[in-house]
């Protein structure tokens, strides 16, 4: 790569994560109509849908850097009640909204531009997802962004998280979700090195299709290794292995 591209690159990085909002949304919005961010109007293999579908139960989603609506359209339109997509750029916005209209959902979606670090729900969520948007957060910032949106989950609610590279340089943000939460599911994708992660605050009990989910009390040092150890030596691209993190004892 040319070292003016990645100048650029780098410079594009620190301005989608510490720039001020209306910068942020300028650039975001530039990149939108540009098309390069097309390839999100179809969700690709490591789609989070499943697990979404799953913790909803049919109530209400937060999507939080929805982008162009994807998952609001493509998710099975009887396992929510409700769904609410934010996003900085208000051309991806306006991309969701009119998808969501074609794809006659406008009863059940709203969409909202904003910056995920200062937006305030107007109420409690079933599923708060960070569908490859929590890198634009600045590190130091996402526990307490986390606790913040907590209190924006319902008694049995979750987050869920969908990344890239976890075990390179994003690695930090599954560290700083293993030290500060309970960690319910976490499915790696070797191949492709994606990363669905399922969690809640820590002492929060839930109920997840009629199964109990009790309390993980391990470290995260412990998790990590009880992880290393459930994971087979292979993962085929593409496959739906799943990892149930919970190694827990019961409360
Ligand atoms: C890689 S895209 C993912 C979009 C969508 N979640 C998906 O999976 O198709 C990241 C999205 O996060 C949004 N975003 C980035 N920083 C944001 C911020 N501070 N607040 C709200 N949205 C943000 C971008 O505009 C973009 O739509």
Redesign the pocket.
């Known amino acids: 790569m040319m070292l003016a591209q990645k100048i650029q690159n780098v410079l594009r990085g620190l301005v989608?994560?510490y720039g001020p909002?209306s910068t942020?949304?300028y650039l975001?919005n530039g990149?939108?109509s540009a098309g390069r961010?097309n390839f999100?109007?179809k969700?690709g293999d490591e789609s989070?849908h499943f697990h979404v579908e799953k913790y909803a139960r049919n109530g209400s989603i937060l999507?939080?850097?929805?982008?162009?609506?994807?998952?609001s359209i493509e998710l099975n339109r009887e396992a929510y009640r409700f769904y609410t997509g934010?996003?900085?750029?208000d051309v991806?916005v306006q991309k969701a909204r009119q998808r969501a209209q074609e794809a006659g959902r406008t009863d059940h979606n709203e969409y909202c531009q904003?910056?995920?670090?200062?937006?305030v729900p107007a109420r409690q969520y079933d599923v708060v997802?960070?569908?490859?948007?929590i890198?634009?957060?600045p590190p130091r910032r996402i526990a307490a962004m986390l606790d913040r949106y907590s209190a924006y989950l319902t008694s049995d609610g979750v987050f869920i998280a969908?990344m890239f590279d976890v075990s390179g340089k994003r690695r930090y943000i599954l560290d700083i979700i293993e030290t500060h939460f309970t960690v319910l599911e976490k499915h790696l994708h070797k191949e492709t090195g994606a990363c669905i992660i399922v969690f809640r605050p820590v002492g929060w009990r839930v109920t997840v299709a009629n199964k109990s989910v009790e309390q993980t009390f391990l470290s995260s040092t412990e998790r990590s290794s009880a992880l290393r150890e459930q994971l087979p030596p292979r993962t085929a691209v593409g496959q739906r292995s799943r990892f149930i993190m919970r190694v827990a004892t019961t409360v």
């Open positions: 989608q994560r909002e942020k949304r975001w990149e939108f961010w999100l109007d969700t989070v999507d939080l850097g929805c982008g162009p609506g994807t998952t934010v996003d900085i750029s991806a904003s910056d995920i670090l200062t937006y997802l960070y569908g490859d948007s890198y634009y957060v969908r």
